[in-house]
Each structure stands twice: as structure tokens, then as C-alpha cells.
């Protein structure tokens, strides 16, 4: 059931004009501490591939539960195995209403296309707004099975997601049998995915991240986006400085505070108090050393609404506030909180009022998140 929880030492007054909280940790996606039962279903892949999650999963009645089944290059996915029955070579399985425990396995066969399509510099370009340059640059190639490279070879290009500009839908590979495409981020999204397509032979999709701050349903804040799994993150970011974990909502945080500025909170669907590689972004976090800005300029020092002070950068951007609060949590702060948005602004006491922290949210949600990171709860090392 989706909810939201409050520690046993938060107090919350509510009330038409104002909401005053106390050492207050808020979920947005949560799930109460199940009482229901659980069921496993246990996934295993052959050789030259994988199964994603893997081993045994618990999963609550009624639940769904998908699988996602990849080859490794040079393979196929040869047929999937649900529980001593195939179902073909299926790139993904969904389990619907789990009322019982179930096996998946996934088995691989050697493709018979010797060609081949690969990225010199892997899968995950990091970029900014308006800007074509990419970091690492894209260079993609055509070899055989062998190493050996093509030159004159037409790759394609096509956006999978993303509001931006790919320099062209097709090139022709130079005499080292490469193309060099580009990518402009523009337009609402700050991630795109291209596949780059070797004509009957391969495919290879690439994966792309501007370092912005973009609010409402795609929600992204540094290169973390609303729903991207812990894994996902890590190509972009590293490993954490530590993993946090709720005590009291399953919620995990992938703090990466120190070097980037920037908090990831999962959403602990594996009800095991640990930050699994497929579980998802629910919530992030923008702290005081976070340089972005949303494209309205707006960011952390932002001025905000300061009684007998003007209007600051963030009310002449967003408007007035749906709610404002007197947080007492050391260090004391104003929080602005903009429900149609998604976006909780936390601001010091000085005059203006100036942002030290940001919290984006799932837009319209009754109560978003509210806790401030300068508390963190307790702290587990994985």
C-alpha cells in the first residue's frame, strides 16, 4: 500500500496557512512493512548471457515481477524456461499476480552473423543542455568476429528517447571503420537513448545524460533520473560514499553528497534494508555544492520569498508557494514546497532568504519529501 511514514521523533502540525515539522523524514513512494506473504521466484542464465534480477526474488501476493534477459555480444537469446515450460526467445518475462512460487531460465546461442557493431568508449555519454559535445566522445565502428574493421559501411542512427538532435540519421564509416555522430540535448529532456543500427548484422543502443536539473514526471537532477535503477546509476556516477537506510519506510539513499552534490533515493522493493542493483529512483536530492540549475536559471542560492524583502529568483520563476514551513532540524530553514512541480526548496535564515538545498518529487503527490539530507538516518555499509 503506497504511504507515508514518519519517524517516532517526528511531530507535524498542519494547518491552511503553514506546516511545522520536526526532525521530519517523509516518503514519497513507499511501501508499509508488509504483513502480507511473499513469495520467491528464482531466476538463472546459461553461459554467454544474463538474466536481470538474478538468484531468488521475493515478491508480495498479488505482486508483478519482470525479468529482463540479455546476450552477450556475439549471442542470441536462444529460449526462456518459466517454470519447465518455453516460451520462446523472449527479450523480457512478466510475472503477473504472483500467488505462488515460480522458475525463469534463460539460455544462448552463438549468432551467426560474424559482423559486428561496437563503441570504442562503451555504452554511457555524459553531456550538457544545449551543448553537442559528449564525454567520452561517440565513436562507433564495424568489424568482423575477428577485430578486423570496415570501411564504406552505413551505420543508422535512431532516437529511442530524448527531445534532442542527432547530427545524422545515417553515416558511412571512414577508412578505420568508424562514424563519429553527435547529440545536442534539447528541448524538455535532459537523457536521451540512440540505437545505432549496422544494417542486417547488429544493433547497439547507447545511453546519454545531460548533468541538469529538470522537474515534474522525468525528474532528473545531476545525471539521476526518476525511475533509473541503482546500477544504472553507477555507470554514470560511481560507486556511492555510502548507502543510508531508512529505519522506519523501505527506502534506501545512494549519497554521492561530498563529490557531486547529489543524493538518489531508491525505493527498497526488495524489502531487504540494501540498495539492490535494479531498484529504482523515487526521489533526488540537490545539496549545497550541486553547480546546476533548472533552464529557468533557477538552483541552489537561488533567493526565495523573504517577508518585507521582494520577490526572489525562485517566486518570480515558479510563483508563490503551495505551502511554507519552519523547519527546526539544525541547521534551522524555510521550506517552499510546490506540489504541481514537484520541488521542495530549503532556505536559510538570512536575508534573502537564499536555496541550500533542493528535494525533487513525484509532482502533485498529497505530502512530498520533506526530509532534509543534513540528517541522515541510519547508515549501512555494503
Same mark, same amino acid.
Given at each position: 500500500?503506497?504511504?507515508?511514514?514518519?519517524?517516532?521523533?517526528?511531530?507535524?502540525?498542519?494547518? +491552511? %496557512?503553514?506546516?511545522?515539522? =520536526?526532525?521530519?523524514?517523509?516518503?514519497?513512494?513507499? /511501501?508499509?512493512?508488509?504483513?502480507? @506473504? #511473499?513469495?520467491?521466484?528464482?531466476?538463472?542464465?546459461?553461459?554467454?548471457?544474463?538474466?536481470?534480477?538474478?538468484?531468488?526474488?521475493?515478491?508480495?501476493?498479488?505482486?508483478?515481477?519482470?525479468?529482463?534477459?540479455?546476450?552477450?555480444?556475439?549471442?542470441?537469446?536462444?529460449?526462456?524456461?518459466?517454470?519447465?515450460?518455453?516460451?520462446?526467445?523472449?527479450?523480457?518475462?512478466?510475472?503477473?499476480?504472483?500467488?505462488?512460487?515460480?522458475?525463469?531460465?534463460?539460455?544462448?546461442?552463438?549468432?551467426?552473423?560474424?559482423?559486428?557493431?561496437?563503441?570504442?568508449?562503451?555504452?554511457?555519454?555524459?553531456?550538457?543542455?544545449?551543448?553537442?559535445?559528449?564525454?567520452?566522445?561517440?565513436?562507433?565502428?564495424?568489424?568482423?568476429?575477428?577485430?578486423?574493421?570496415?570501411?564504406?559501411?552505413?551505420?543508422?542512427?535512431?532516437? +529511442? %528517447?530524448?527531445?534532442?538532435? =542527432?547530427?545524422?540519421?545515417?553515416?558511412?564509416?571512414? /577508412?578505420?571503420?568508424?562514424?563519429? @555522430? #553527435?547529440?545536442?540535448?534539447?528541448?524538455?529532456?535532459?537523457?536521451?537513448?540512440?540505437?545505432?543500427?549496422?544494417?542486417?548484422?547488429?544493433?547497439?543502443?547507447?545511453?546519454?545524460?545531460?548533468?541538469?536539473?529538470?522537474?515534474?514526471?522525468?525528474?532528473?537532477?545531476?545525471?539521476?533520473?526518476?525511475?533509473?535503477?541503482?546500477?544504472?546509476?553507477?555507470?554514470?556516477?560511481?560507486?556511492?560514499?555510502?548507502?543510508?537506510?531508512?529505519?522506519?519506510?523501505?527506502?534506501?539513499?545512494?549519497?554521492?553528497?561530498?563529490?557531486?552534490?547529489?543524493?538518489?533515493?531508491?525505493?527498497?522493493?526488495?524489502?531487504?534494508?540494501?540498495?539492490?542493483?535494479?531498484?529504482?529512483?523515487?526521489?533526488?536530492?540537490?545539496?549545497?555544492?550541486?553547480?546546476?540549475?533548472?533552464?529557468?536559471?533557477?538552483?541552489?542560492?537561488?533567493?526565495?520569498?523573504?517577508?518585507?524583502?521582494?520577490?526572489?529568483?525562485?517566486?518570480?520563476?515558479?510563483?508563490?508557494?503551495?505551502?511554507?514551513?519552519?523547519?527546526?532540524?539544525?541547521?534551522?530553514?524555510?521550506?517552499?514546497?510546490?506540489?504541481?512541480?514537484?520541488?521542495?526548496?530549503?532556505?536559510?535564515?538570512?536575508?534573502?532568504?537564499?536555496?541550500?538545498?533542493?528535494?525533487?518529487?513525484?509532482?502533485?503527490?498529497?505530502?512530498?519529501?520533506?526530509?532534509?539530507?543534513?540528517?541522515?538516518?541510519?547508515?549501512?555499509?555494503?
Amino acid at each position: 500500500m503506497n504511504c507515508l511514514q514518519f519517524n517516532s521523533r517526528s511531530r507535524l502540525t498542519f494547518g +491552511l %496557512a503553514a506546516l511545522s515539522a =520536526i526532525a521530519v523524514t517523509a516518503v514519497l513512494s513507499c /511501501s508499509k512493512k508488509p504483513t502480507e @506473504p #511473499t513469495f520467491p521466484i528464482t531466476a538463472s542464465a546459461g553461459a554467454h548471457g544474463s538474466i536481470s534480477p538474478s538468484g531468488t526474488v521475493s515478491v508480495r501476493q498479488g505482486g508483478n515481477q519482470t525479468f529482463t534477459i540479455t546476450p552477450d555480444s556475439g549471442y542470441l537469446v536462444f529460449d526462456v524456461n518459466v517454470d519447465n515450460t518455453f516460451v520462446g526467445p523472449v527479450s523480457t518475462y512478466t510475472f503477473t499476480n504472483v500467488t505462488a512460487s515460480h522458475t525463469i531460465h534463460a539460455a544462448f546461442v552463438q549468432s551467426v552473423q560474424p559482423d559486428r557493431l561496437s563503441a570504442d568508449n562503451g555504452l554511457y555519454y555524459k553531456g550538457l543542455m544545449d551543448s553537442s559535445t559528449l564525454l567520452p566522445q561517440l565513436v562507433l565502428r564495424a568489424t568482423d568476429a575477428w577485430g578486423n574493421r570496415f570501411a564504406n559501411r552505413w551505420i543508422r542512427l535512431i532516437k +529511442l %528517447a530524448g527531445s534532442g538532435v =542527432i547530427s545524422a540519421d545515417s553515416l558511412i564509416t571512414d /577508412s578505420e571503420g568508424a562514424i563519429r @555522430p #553527435t547529440y545536442t540535448f534539447s528541448g524538455q529532456f535532459g537523457h536521451a537513448v540512440l540505437r545505432a543500427i549496422l544494417p542486417q548484422t547488429d544493433t547497439l543502443d547507447l545511453y546519454l545524460r545531460a548533468n541538469t536539473m529538470l522537474w515534474g514526471d522525468s525528474a532528473q537532477g545531476e545525471y539521476i533520473k526518476f525511475g533509473d535503477q541503482f546500477s544504472f546509476i553507477k555507470k554514470f556516477d560511481g560507486m556511492p560514499e555510502r548507502i543510508d537506510v531508512d529505519p522506519n519506510a523501505w527506502l534506501t539513499y545512494a549519497v554521492y553528497e561530498n563529490t557531486r552534490g547529489v543524493v538518489a533515493v531508491l525505493e527498497d522493493i526488495n524489502i531487504n534494508s540494501m540498495a539492490d542493483e535494479w531498484e529504482p529512483v523515487v526521489s533526488v536530492i540537490l545539496t549545497m555544492i550541486y553547480p546546476g540549475r533548472f533552464r529557468n536559471g533557477v538552483g541552489i542560492n537561488s533567493t526565495i520569498y523573504t517577508p518585507g524583502v521582494n520577490a526572489g529568483a525562485v517566486d518570480s520563476a515558479f510563483g508563490l508557494a503551495d505551502t511554507v514551513y519552519f523547519d527546526a532540524v539544525s541547521p534551522e530553514a524555510w521550506a517552499y514546497v510546490y506540489r504541481a512541480e514537484g520541488i521542495t526548496f530549503f532556505a536559510d535564515q538570512q536575508t534573502p532568504r537564499r536555496v541550500f538545498e533542493i528535494h525533487l518529487f513525484a509532482p502533485q503527490i498529497t505530502q512530498p519529501f520533506a526530509r532534509r539530507f543534513s540528517t541522515p538516518t541510519v547508515e549501512s555499509v555494503q
